[in-house]
Protein backbone atom coordinates (compact mmCIF):
# COMPACT_ATOMS: atom_id res chain seq x y z
CA UNK A 1 0.00 0.00 0.00
CA UNK A 2 1.37 3.69 -1.13
CA UNK A 3 2.11 5.60 1.66
CA UNK A 4 0.97 9.15 1.38
CA UNK A 5 2.69 12.08 2.68
CA UNK A 6 1.45 14.92 4.73
CA UNK A 7 -0.18 17.30 3.21
CA UNK A 8 1.69 20.73 3.86
CA UNK A 9 -0.50 23.93 5.28
CA UNK A 10 -0.43 26.36 2.38
CA UNK A 11 0.47 29.15 4.99
CA UNK A 12 3.55 28.13 5.72
CA UNK A 13 6.03 30.84 6.59
CA UNK A 14 2.97 33.12 5.92
CA UNK A 15 1.78 35.69 8.40
CA UNK A 16 -1.61 34.64 9.90
CA UNK A 17 -4.15 36.21 12.28
CA UNK A 18 -6.72 34.78 14.91
CA UNK A 19 -9.40 32.65 13.33
CA UNK A 20 -7.02 31.59 9.80
CA UNK A 21 -7.63 28.35 8.90
CA UNK A 22 -4.09 26.67 8.62
CA UNK A 23 -5.39 23.10 7.68
CA UNK A 24 -8.92 21.29 6.71
CA UNK A 25 -8.52 18.17 8.94
CA UNK A 26 -11.75 16.56 6.72
CA UNK A 27 -8.81 15.97 3.71
CA UNK A 28 -6.19 14.43 5.52
CA UNK A 29 -6.61 11.00 6.73
CA UNK A 30 -4.49 8.97 9.04
CA UNK A 31 -2.24 11.36 9.59
CA UNK A 32 -0.90 12.54 12.85
CA UNK A 33 -0.68 16.65 13.57
CA UNK A 34 0.91 18.24 16.32
CA UNK A 35 -0.36 21.33 17.55
CA UNK A 36 2.26 24.13 19.06
CA UNK A 37 1.70 27.99 20.31
CA UNK A 38 -0.93 29.92 18.79
CA UNK A 39 -3.35 27.15 17.14
CA UNK A 40 -6.30 24.94 18.10
CA UNK A 41 -8.22 22.36 16.80
CA UNK A 42 -11.80 23.32 16.16
CA UNK A 43 -13.87 20.52 14.60
CA UNK A 44 -12.71 19.64 11.37
CA UNK A 45 -10.11 22.98 11.26
CA UNK A 46 -6.92 24.03 12.72
CA UNK A 47 -6.91 27.74 13.58
CA UNK A 48 -4.43 30.63 14.53
CA UNK A 49 -5.57 31.66 18.22
CA UNK A 50 -2.55 34.64 17.69
CA UNK A 51 -1.17 36.59 15.21
CA UNK A 52 2.05 35.61 13.53
CA UNK A 53 4.58 33.74 10.97
CA UNK A 54 3.17 29.57 10.51
CA UNK A 55 6.03 27.74 11.30
CA UNK A 56 6.22 23.71 10.50
CA UNK A 57 8.60 21.12 12.02
CA UNK A 58 9.35 17.75 10.44
CA UNK A 59 7.55 15.35 10.91
CA UNK A 60 4.61 17.36 10.81
CA UNK A 61 4.06 20.20 14.14
CA UNK A 62 2.51 23.31 13.21
CA UNK A 63 2.96 26.69 15.20
CA UNK A 64 2.74 30.40 15.21
CA UNK A 65 5.63 32.25 15.74
CA UNK A 66 5.07 36.32 16.91
CA UNK A 67 7.21 38.82 18.04
CA UNK A 68 6.26 38.82 21.91
CA UNK A 69 8.74 40.18 24.08
CA UNK A 70 7.68 38.79 27.58
CA UNK A 71 8.29 35.37 28.31
CA UNK A 72 5.77 33.01 29.74
CA UNK A 73 7.79 30.34 31.75
CA UNK A 74 6.85 26.57 31.21
CA UNK A 75 8.52 23.72 32.59
CA UNK A 76 11.33 22.24 30.17
CA UNK A 77 12.08 25.32 28.91
CA UNK A 78 16.22 26.43 28.38
CA UNK A 79 16.60 29.70 29.46
CA UNK A 80 18.80 32.33 29.56
CA UNK A 81 18.58 34.40 32.75
CA UNK A 82 20.72 36.64 34.84
CA UNK A 83 21.66 36.51 38.26
CA UNK A 84 19.88 39.95 40.10
CA UNK A 85 20.25 39.21 43.72
CA UNK A 86 21.91 36.54 46.25
CA UNK A 87 20.26 34.62 49.09
CA UNK A 88 21.14 31.83 51.37
CA UNK A 89 18.78 29.21 49.57
CA UNK A 90 18.65 30.93 45.84
CA UNK A 91 20.10 32.65 43.46
CA UNK A 92 17.46 35.34 42.50
CA UNK A 93 17.32 35.09 38.45
CA UNK A 94 16.00 37.70 35.86
CA UNK A 95 14.35 35.58 32.92
CA UNK A 96 11.83 38.15 31.16
CA UNK A 97 8.74 37.22 32.57
CA UNK A 98 6.50 38.08 34.95
CA UNK A 99 8.14 37.30 38.23
CA UNK A 100 12.25 36.54 39.27
CA UNK A 101 12.89 32.90 39.38
CA UNK A 102 14.30 30.92 42.20
CA UNK A 103 17.52 28.80 40.98
CA UNK A 104 18.39 26.69 43.90
CA UNK A 105 22.35 27.17 45.06
CA UNK A 106 22.25 22.92 45.30
CA UNK A 107 20.62 22.68 41.67
CA UNK A 108 24.18 21.92 40.21
CA UNK A 109 25.62 18.87 39.36
CA UNK A 110 27.56 17.45 42.52
CA UNK A 111 26.32 20.58 44.17
CA UNK A 112 26.87 20.61 48.21
CA UNK A 113 27.03 22.99 50.62
CA UNK A 114 30.57 23.13 50.67
CA UNK A 115 30.78 23.79 46.90
CA UNK A 116 28.13 26.77 46.45
CA UNK A 117 29.02 28.87 42.55
CA UNK A 118 29.64 32.30 43.60
CA UNK A 119 27.41 34.13 41.11
CA UNK A 120 27.87 38.10 41.01
CA UNK A 121 25.16 40.58 40.17
CA UNK A 122 24.89 40.51 36.34
CA UNK A 123 26.46 36.71 35.68
CA UNK A 124 24.67 35.32 32.54
CA UNK A 125 23.24 31.95 33.32
CA UNK A 126 21.71 28.83 30.88
CA UNK A 127 19.49 26.95 32.72
CA UNK A 128 16.28 24.60 32.37
CA UNK A 129 12.99 25.52 33.39
CA UNK A 130 12.31 23.03 36.34
CA UNK A 131 8.73 24.33 38.17
CA UNK A 132 6.43 27.10 36.25
CA UNK A 133 3.19 28.20 37.45
CA UNK A 134 0.77 31.30 37.84
CA UNK A 135 0.86 31.42 41.50
CA UNK A 136 4.79 30.89 42.43
CA UNK A 137 8.53 32.34 41.38
CA UNK A 138 9.37 29.98 38.43
CA UNK A 139 12.40 27.18 39.83
CA UNK A 140 15.18 26.59 37.54
CA UNK A 141 18.12 24.25 37.35
CA UNK A 142 22.01 23.64 35.64
CA UNK A 143 21.18 20.39 35.84
CA UNK A 144 19.69 17.81 32.80
CA UNK A 145 17.24 15.33 34.57
CA UNK A 146 20.02 13.12 34.47
CA UNK A 147 21.33 15.29 37.47
CA UNK A 148 24.29 16.24 34.92
CA UNK A 149 25.41 19.57 34.16
CA UNK A 150 25.54 18.78 30.75
CA UNK A 151 25.98 22.25 28.63
CA UNK A 152 24.49 24.08 31.32
CA UNK A 153 25.61 26.73 33.92
CA UNK A 154 27.43 30.05 33.70
CA UNK A 155 28.39 31.76 30.41
CA UNK A 156 31.06 34.22 29.88
CA UNK A 157 32.77 36.41 27.43
CA UNK A 158 30.89 36.39 24.68
CA UNK A 159 28.27 38.97 23.55
CA UNK A 160 24.24 39.18 24.95
CA UNK A 161 21.35 40.41 22.64
CA UNK A 162 17.50 39.83 23.48
CA UNK A 163 15.19 39.08 20.61
CA UNK A 164 11.57 38.14 20.52
CA UNK A 165 10.18 34.41 21.69
CA UNK A 166 9.01 33.55 18.36
CA UNK A 167 12.77 34.21 17.10
CA UNK A 168 14.25 32.51 19.65
CA UNK A 169 12.21 29.09 19.51
CA UNK A 170 12.87 29.27 15.51
CA UNK A 171 16.57 29.39 16.16
CA UNK A 172 16.31 26.21 18.00
CA UNK A 173 14.29 24.70 15.63
CA UNK A 174 14.66 21.10 14.44
CA UNK A 175 15.83 20.62 11.74
CA UNK A 176 18.68 22.86 12.24
CA UNK A 177 18.01 26.40 11.95
CA UNK A 178 18.78 27.44 8.26
CA UNK A 179 20.19 30.90 9.46
CA UNK A 180 22.58 28.77 11.92
CA UNK A 181 23.22 26.04 8.93
CA UNK A 182 24.61 29.10 6.67
CA UNK A 183 26.43 31.15 9.09
CA UNK A 184 27.97 27.51 10.81
CA UNK A 185 29.25 26.27 7.19
CA UNK A 186 31.66 29.66 7.14
CA UNK A 187 32.10 31.16 10.43
CA UNK A 188 33.25 29.29 13.76
CA UNK A 189 31.34 30.25 16.78
CA UNK A 190 29.17 29.58 20.24
CA UNK A 191 25.81 29.89 20.36
CA UNK A 192 23.28 29.58 23.44
CA UNK A 193 19.47 30.20 22.64
CA UNK A 194 17.38 30.97 25.40
CA UNK A 195 13.71 30.34 24.95
CA UNK A 196 13.24 33.68 27.38
CA UNK A 197 14.18 35.60 24.06
CA UNK A 198 17.78 35.57 24.76
CA UNK A 199 20.52 34.71 22.75
CA UNK A 200 24.25 34.59 23.29
CA UNK A 201 27.24 34.28 20.93
CA UNK A 202 30.83 33.64 21.42
CA UNK A 203 34.09 33.81 18.62
CA UNK A 204 37.62 33.33 18.21
CA UNK A 205 37.69 36.82 16.72
CA UNK A 206 35.02 40.01 17.48
CA UNK A 207 34.38 40.29 13.75
CA UNK A 208 32.31 37.34 13.83
CA UNK A 209 30.28 38.15 16.97
CA UNK A 210 29.20 41.09 15.40
CA UNK A 211 28.46 39.18 12.10
CA UNK A 212 26.37 36.40 13.53
CA UNK A 213 24.84 38.77 15.93
CA UNK A 214 23.46 40.80 13.13
CA UNK A 215 22.07 37.93 10.87
CA UNK A 216 20.31 36.97 14.20
CA UNK A 217 18.79 40.35 14.67
CA UNK A 218 18.06 40.83 11.37
CA UNK A 219 16.14 37.77 10.36
CA UNK A 220 12.86 38.69 12.56
CA UNK A 221 10.49 38.84 9.85
CA UNK A 222 11.91 36.52 6.81
CA UNK A 223 11.15 33.60 6.06
CA UNK A 224 13.65 30.69 5.75
CA UNK A 225 14.12 30.96 1.98
CA UNK A 226 14.68 34.81 2.76
CA UNK A 227 17.21 33.87 5.57
CA UNK A 228 19.66 31.70 3.61
CA UNK A 229 19.66 34.36 1.01
CA UNK A 230 20.92 37.03 3.64
CA UNK A 231 23.36 35.11 5.13
CA UNK A 232 24.68 34.53 1.58
CA UNK A 233 24.99 38.03 0.75
CA UNK A 234 26.35 39.15 4.28
CA UNK A 235 29.16 36.39 4.31
CA UNK A 236 29.77 37.79 0.50
CA UNK A 237 30.46 41.24 1.59
CA UNK A 238 33.16 39.79 4.42
CA UNK A 239 34.93 37.34 1.25
Known amino acids: MESRKPQRSALVDSYVVPGDVILDLADMTNQTIKLGAGLRQDCDTIQATSAGRLRLSKPNKYWVEN ?31 PNLAFLPVLSFEGGTRRNIPKFEIGTLIYARMVKANSIMNPELSCMDASG ?7 LKSGYTFETSTGLARMLLSSPTCPLLEALGKKLSFEIAVGLNG ?22 ESYSRLQQKSMVEKLLAKLS
Not at 67 to 94: A, H, M
Open 148 to 154: KAAEFGQ
Open 198 to 219: RVWVNAPSPSNVIVVSSAIKES
Open 67 to 97: SQKRYVPSVEDTVLGIVVDTKPDNFLVDIKG
